[in-house]
Structure formats: structure tokens, C-alpha cells
């Protein structure tokens, strides 16, 4: 790997998001993770929800020993948790999990029980944001698994852009992939995928707030189902 430059302003980064964006549109998925292990080194992470290993393993390709961040929300699947145990014990990763300031029971005496079901702006912000904001503080870009033909909210998602929430290189390399090429990828090298995903479910979350898909539905239906919400506040 060549060296890797590990101070750069907020400018610069945007920049080099901005060029990458362009630059790397039609690029592989292998060779837009390859790009960001040379450009970032250790200050580069992948983040997974544990629904299916495609981007970790992707990047444990290009960047073997990469950091893999994962949300323990306390309220996940076991299937979930599963999964996450299984990544770390195959693959050539660093699994580093995240929990919030709050255990469950801890949020429950403060804002009341199942505020997901009251509020989920705030159990998501309390869960996820906050927690994911705090723990990507060591890195200057991060990887995500988003697809555009996920929902109308993904629509747009560059292979590289820049995250002005959080003021980092945020990459999505399987963005212009399809679901056919999620399963064949997976099928290709034997990729873990959660349980569940064979169980009805198209997106796995926090188990109060996701239930299997229709059929016809799209892939994010059965999050936050009967509700606007359409994402948990980590994208946008």
C-alpha cells in the first residue's frame, strides 16, 4: 500500500470527495475500496448493519484487517448479533462495535418505555446517530452498503461523496449495484448473509421497527412500516 497522508483539512477532503465522485462512477466496487485504503489507510472504516457481509468482505479484499464499525443498538435481532459474531470469527476484519451512552433499560427510565414506538426520530438519534457520530471520530471516510435501487431516498447515492453532517469522505461502493448483483456476489465467494434475509425480510434493522416485506413492496417497506420515516438519520 502506498503511504498515506493522515492529515488533511475539511477542504481537502470535500475536495478529494468531490474529484473521487467523478472520477470513480463507473469504477468496480473492489477498485473503489482499493482507491480508499490507499487514500485513507487506517483512517478509513467500513460500516455494516449486519444484514449481509457483501462490503465488509469487499473491503477485507482490498484492505485486509480493515475496521468494520457495527451498532449495537440493544435492540437487535439475535439473528443480527449472529451475524456479526460470524464476520468477525471468517473474515479478515477488525470488528469494532459501538453501543449507545444509554443501555435499553436506562433510556427506558429516562424517556419512558418503547420510545421507538413514540418517537423513533429520537430512539434513532439516541441509538444510532449518536453513537456512529462519536465512534467515526478516528476517521476521515467511511463505507457504507447503499444501493440506489433501494428506495426513491437512495436514489442518488455517489460511489463517493461527502458527508457534511459528519464532515467526512462517506464512499458507497456497491451504490450502482442491483439486488442480483448482491446475490451473486454472494453466491460467488460464499458471503455471509443475516438469516432473516431468507425469512421475508429485504432490510434488517432494529427488531421493533422492522417486519417482512410484501410482496411488490420495496426493499426498506418493512422499516419503520406505517410511518413516513423512511430512514433512521445515519444517511441523511
Excluded at 430512539?123 to 447503499?146: F, N
Excluded at 419503520?224 to 438519520?233: L, S, Y
Aim: with cysteine; net charge negative.
Amino acid at each position: 500500500m502506498t503511504a498515506v497522508r493522515t492529515e488533511r483539512t475539511k477542504d481537502e477532503l470535500k475536495s478529494l470527495a468531490e474529484q473521487a465522485g467523478r472520477d470513480l462512477e463507473e469504477a468496480s466496487a473492489l477498485d473503489i475500496l482499493r482507491w480508499a485504503a490507499e487514500t485513507f489507510g487506517p483512517r478509513f472504516c467500513v460500516t455494516s448493519s449486519m444484514e449481509d457481509a457483501v462490503v465488509a468482505h469487499l473491503a477485507s479484499r482490498a484492505f485486509p484487517g480493515v475496521d468494520v464499525v457495527f451498532l449495537d443498538t440493544g435492540y437487535h435481532f439475535p439473528e443480527t448479533i449472529g451475524t456479526r459474531d460470524a464476520v468477525e470469527a471468517v473474515m479478515d476484519v477488525n470488528v469494532i462495535t459501538l453501543t449507545p451512552r444509554r443501555t435499553v433499560e436506562e433510556q427506558d427510565a429516562e424517556y419512558g418505555p418503547a420510545l421507538h414506538d413514540r418517537d423513533p426520530d429520537l430512539c434513532c438519534a439516541l441509538r444510532k446517530v449518536k453513537p456512529l457520530e462519536e465512534g467515526l471520530t478516528a476517521y476521515d471516510a467511511w463505507a457504507t452498503g447503499l444501493r440506489r435501487d433501494e428506495s426513491p431516498t437512495r436514489a442518488n447515492t455517489p460511489v463517493v461523496g461527502w458527508d457534511e453532517k459528519r464532515q467526512k469522505v462517506k464512499i458507497s461502493p456497491i451504490a450502482r449495484w442491483t439486488q442480483d448483483d448482491v446475490d451473486a456476489y454472494v453466491a460467488e465467494h460464499g458471503v455471509l448473509t443475516n438469516p432473516l434475509l431468507m425469512d421475508g425480510y429485504a432490510s434488517v434493522g432494529c427488531a421493533p421497527c422492522t417486519r417482512r416485506v410484501l410482496e411488490g413492496e420495496d426493499a426498506r417497506a418493512g422499516r419503520w412500516a406505517g410511518r413516513t420515516k423512511t430512514e433512521c438519520g445515519l444517511h441523511g
